[in-house]
T-cell receptor, first 116, second 116 residues
Framework: DTGVSQNPRHKITKRGQNVTFRCDPISEHNRLYWYRQTLGQGPEFLTYFQNEAQLEKSRLLSDRFSAERPKGSFSTLEIQRTEQGDSAMYLC??????????????FGDGTRLSIL | AQSVTQLGSHVSVSEGALVLLRCNYSSSVPPYLFWYVQYPNQGLQLLLKYTTGATLVKGINGFEAEFKKSETSFHLTKPSAHMSDAAEYFCAVSDRSGGSNYKLTFGKGTLLTVNP
């Protein structure tokens, strides 16, 4: 079990630029989640994949955000035309799928995004 | 909709003292319940979970929590605090029916400080 891996760990960019984050889940975990955590708050759900299918998106995920999980393996989260309010820690988590319904999610160390 | 309330955004204890972190949830059906710990600039690590069965669950690092349905609570305790326990703690719930894709709803977190 190599854990959930996220890259980069830190990203600093100017307002208006596009950024992309990558998440490599634990191998054979079918479920993959993205969360956003702002300072002093708990993580908030953004989107969910089961294998390669994106099955749920939060209202927090504006049309500037897009996420993919090609071939049901790694996932990417892209933010276009970044805004100051996008500054946050972006967390990825994965868990087994299938008939296993109560397995906990395993989190990566996150990507901290800072918008100048 | 589910919600989680963590009473006390900051708890300070002395080394060796009892740790009590409070969590109450709001849900039409008792959900799955989790406690996660987050160290600075890291992701979330699972401490323990309650899914079914015994209402007193034991986790890692000497922590335990008790599910009380009548009080809609899942408070986290540790008999004797250690300096290494200083971190932020998050209570989280997920819908056990699977209708919400098992996404987690988090409380705002409690920062635990341990004084020597």
């Amino acid at each position: 079990d190599t854990g959930v891996s996220q890259n980069p760990r830190h990203k600093i960019t100017k307002r208006g630029q596009n950024v992309t984050f990558r998440c490599d889940p634990i191998s054979e975990h079918n479920r993959l989640y993205w969360y956003r955590q702002t300072l002093g708050q708990g993580p908030e759900f953004l989107t969910y994949f089961q294998n390669e299918a994106q099955l749920e998106k939060s209202r927090l995920l504006s049309d500037r955000f897009s996420a993919e999980r090609p071939k049901g393996s790694f996932s990417t989260l892209e933010i276009q035309r970044t805004e100051q309010g996008d500054s946050a820690m972006y967390l990825c988590a994965s868990s087994p799928g299938g008939g296993i319904s109560n397995q906990p999610q395993h989190f990566g160390d996150g990507t901290r995004l800072s918008i100048l | 909709a589910q919600s989680v309330t963590q009473l006390g955004s900051h708890v300070s204890v002395s080394e060796g003292a009892l740790v009590l972190l409070r969590c109450n949830y709001s849900s039409s059906v008792p959900p799955y319940l989790f406690w996660y710990v987050q160290y600075p600039n890291q992701g979330l690590q699972l401490l323990l979970k309650y899914t079914t069965g015994a209402t007193l669950v034991k986790g890692i690092n000497g922590f335990e929590a008790e599910f009380k349905k009548s009080e809609t609570s899942f408070h986290l305790t540790k008999p004797s605090a250690h300096m290494s326990d200083a971190a932020e703690y998050f209570c989280a719930v997920s819908d056990r029916s699977g209708g919400s894709n098992y996404k987690l709803t988090f409380g705002k977190g409690t920062l635990l400080t341990v004084n020597p």
